[in-house]
């Protein structure tokens, strides 16, 4: 009873830390932007591997590829994270981590780079297309010094699509041995092997204490068996040393032995693999909490978890979670991300995950989903307050999720961000057997609206259609569709948007949901200004609007009258404008930057067209201001290409000149077609400034 024995203690302590923590008000897991160093924390010392890490050293000095092959459990990721965490400072454009499971497929290969793309600060929707991310991510690279690192890769191909320009250094590790790689671009292949017997002895005794194991050779020499010479076994076995001074290494010795009869019997039947037997005799020995949080971590889909999604996922409150974790951690069975979060190896998930009952993981998948959906209705709450109406609610009574205050704002951004990925996994998952997952996509909207990354939006987009629909959800379909339509309007597909939202509005006539509805009218007033038909178009936008006046809604109103003001401006100046400036009173009412960032932009723009250049320069320099301040570049550089061109017309060539060069670096870098447009003006404009040539 070992583990039981240690875990007592340890939960002892945990207690004592947990008091002072809250009598603090510290927390462990606080969000953080982790770039540009993305990459998990190393577990443990490294002990050997010195010609591997010549090797790696080699690409302090120069551009190259490394591929760290071997069997599971040799230690691979744990020596490229520790070689990776060592050196990254020395990379000043940052450090790129993807963990690609062992397996191919297009959709991982574009949601990798298109977190690479948003890790670099470019947006991914300057690729029209996704096979044009591998381009557009070598484009971004160029002239770069990235160090990018790739977990578990199964083909060179996979890994080829992902390879970055400039001078770069990427490390790999596979379990196949990747010759192509090596063929095709000169990567260097280091096998890895078992450790040597004073290797092995090395870890016991770092991590165990050197006098025990030195006291009994050949207690040693049969734990060092029993672990196969393989890194994380070692490991796990010294920690139980560490943690368990009475222990003697003969004893130790036994307890594995008598594992070993169980495990070589259950595990091979169960898997058909024979993991090392210090890690079923850590996981069999666990108190039922723990193994069952273990369990359930190795089961769920997502990447990393932060601890209040593991206390959702475990029906765990939030205190136990953490001591869960923290003896997890203790013995190495899981790790921690940069930004706070839990992860765990490919072979640990695995070993865990075999051992996950088909009942604990469902109720779990299904609780974990329910924390993202309530985590990401607060974090729209605080980007967009009340934007989702209260037809569509949190629904987390049992579960405590993440809450952001208005003044939060960026922290909820940054949430969004980080979580994406695994929201998707985990709909993916779950979707088709939980009929209210449709919400996890709506809910997201607020973010993809910022942030834009086409691929992802139009696969949240199409995954809520899909699950809405079956599950016969009308009002889920309703939402679901708005955000298709608007994914697709934003996509300049025009027609199958209209298609979308159309349905989309022919439903909430018979639902109660008028702030869906008044989304679902705004985004046809946008799709059908796109394609000419402003009468319409005027339509939809007033029946927005009378929604968003009854309950004096300032954020929707303020939306709706900026995009309504080009519409008007066809047919009555005087409207437009007034609309554009009661849209610019309300942004400045809410203080919202973004929104008056629009309504500054959409102001200039009526000025510039109406022949009021001052007015026109005034508003947009305020709004350059602004989109400064919240980091948001692509309004940046269309606001200067807008700039720009009124102070041509007014012949402010010096101040034109600046503003088109400064739009067009924005543009360049976020690889926008618009770049092309800050071009060709900034060269009219270079050559109108020269005096004339003889000819």
């Not at 088909?358 to 993202?372: F, S, V």
């Not at 009002?475 to 679901?480: E, I």
């Not at 046809?524 to 968003?548: I, K, M, P, Q, W």
């Not at 009661?582 to 930057?593: D, F, H, M, Q, Y």
């Amino acid at each position: 009873m070992w583990v039981q024995r240690l875990v007592t203690g340890f939960l002892r302590l945990l207690g004592r830390e947990r008091e002072q923590r809250r009598t603090s008000g510290s927390t462990d897991f606080e969000l953080q932007e982790g770039w540009p160093v993305r990459l998990p924390e190393a577990q443990g010392p490294l002990i050997g591997r010195g010609e591997p890490l010549r090797v790696l050293d080699e690409l302090l000095t120069r551009s190259g590829i490394v591929v760290l092959e071997g069997e599971a459990g040799i230690g691979k990721t744990h020596l490229m994270l520790w070689w990776a965490n060592r050196v990254c400072g020395q990379f000043p454009d940052g450090c790129l981590f993807a963990d690609l499971n062992g397996v191919v497929s297009e959709s991982q290969t574009e949601a990798v780079l298109t977190g690479f793309l948003e890790e670099l600060g470019v947006s991914p929707s300057a690729a029209e297309r996704p096979e044009e991310l591998p381009a557009l991510f070598r484009s971004v690279t160029a002239g770069k010094r990235l160090l990018v690192v790739l977990d578990n890769a199964a083909l060179a191909a996979q890994v080829a699509a992902l390879l970055p320009a400039g001078e770069f250094a990427v490390v790999v590790t596979s379990r196949k041995p990747l010759a192509d790689l090596a063929r095709t671009r000169g990567a260097t292949r280091i096998p890895l092997s078992k450790l040597g017997i004073p290797e092995s002895k090395d870890v016991l005794r770092q991590i165990g204490g050197a006098a025990r194991v030195d006291d009994d050779p050949v207690a040693t020499a049969a734990v060092i068996e029993r672990c196969h010479r393989l890194p994380l076994a070692l490991c796990l076995a010294a920690e139980q040393l560490a943690a368990r001074p009475e222990l003697s290494m003969a004893e130790l010795a036994e307890e594995l032995e008598r594992e070993e009869r169980v495990t070589t019997m259950v595990v091979s039947l169960d898997t058909g693999i024979t993991f090392p037997t210090v890690l079923d005799a850590t996981y069999r020995k666990l108190p039922p909490a723990v193994a069952r949080t273990y369990r359930l971590l190795g089961a769920q889909p997502c990447p990393a978890l932060h601890l209040s999604a593991i206390a959702a996922l475990t029906g765990q409150d939030l205190a136990a979670a953490r001591d869960a974790v923290a003896v997890l951690r203790r013995f190495k069975l899981v790790g921690r991300t940069r930004d706070g979060r839990i992860a765990l190896q490919n072979m640990l998930r695995d070993f865990a995950a075999g051992r996950a009952g088909a009942e604990e993981t469902e109720e779990g998948l299904r609780r974990l989903l329910r924390w993202y959906v309530a985590t990401a209705w607060h974090a729209g709450n605080a980007v967009a307050p009340g934007w989702a109406g209260p037809a569509l609610t949190a629904g987390a009574d049992d579960i405590d999720p993440l809450v952001f205050s208005k003044q939060e704002y960026q922290k909820a951004l940054t949430w969004f961000h980080t979580e994406r990925e695994a929201v998707l996994a985990l709909v993916k998952t779950i979707g088709h057997r939980e009929s209210t997952a449709w919400k996890a996509p709506v809910l997201y909207l607020p973010h993809l609206f910022l942030s834009r990354p086409w691929s992802d939006c139009l696969e949240f987009a199409r995954l809520g259609v899909r699950i809405a629909r079956a599950a016969g959800d009308d009002l889920g379909l309703a939402r679901c569709l708005h955000s298709l339509g608007w994914v697709l309007h934003e996509l300049r597909q025009d027609d199958e948007a209209l298609l979308c939202l159309r349905e989309a509005m022919d439903l909430h006539r018979r639902l109660k949901d008028d702030r869906g509805k008044a989304w679902t009218a705004y985004a046809l007033g946008e799709s059908l200004t796109a394609t000419g038909h402003l009468v319409d178009a005027l339509r939809y936008f007033e029946l927005a609007l009378a929604h968003f006046r009854a309950p004096e809604w300032l954020f929707g109103k303020a939306i709706v009258l900026a995009s309504m003001a080009f519409a008007l401006d066809e047919q009555d100046a005087q409207r437009a404008f007034a609309a554009a400036e009661e849209a610019l009173s309300i942004s400045n009412r809410v203080g919202i930057c973004p929104l008056q960032s629009r309504s500054q932009h959409q102001l200039g723009l009526l000025h510039h067209l109406h022949g009021d250049p001052l007015l026109a320069i005034e508003h947009f320099s305020q709004a350059v201001r602004l989109w400064r301040r919240t980091g948001e570049r692509w309004g940046e550089a269309n606001t200067l290409l807008s700039l720009a061109e009124t102070y041509i017309a007014v012949d402010r060539i010096d101040e034109a000149s600046e503003a088109l060069t400064a739009s067009l670096e924005l543009f360049r870098a976020l690889h926008d077609p618009r770049a092309l447009v800050a071009q060709a003006t900034l060269t009219k404009l270079e050559a109108r400034a020269k005096p004339d040539q003889p000819s």
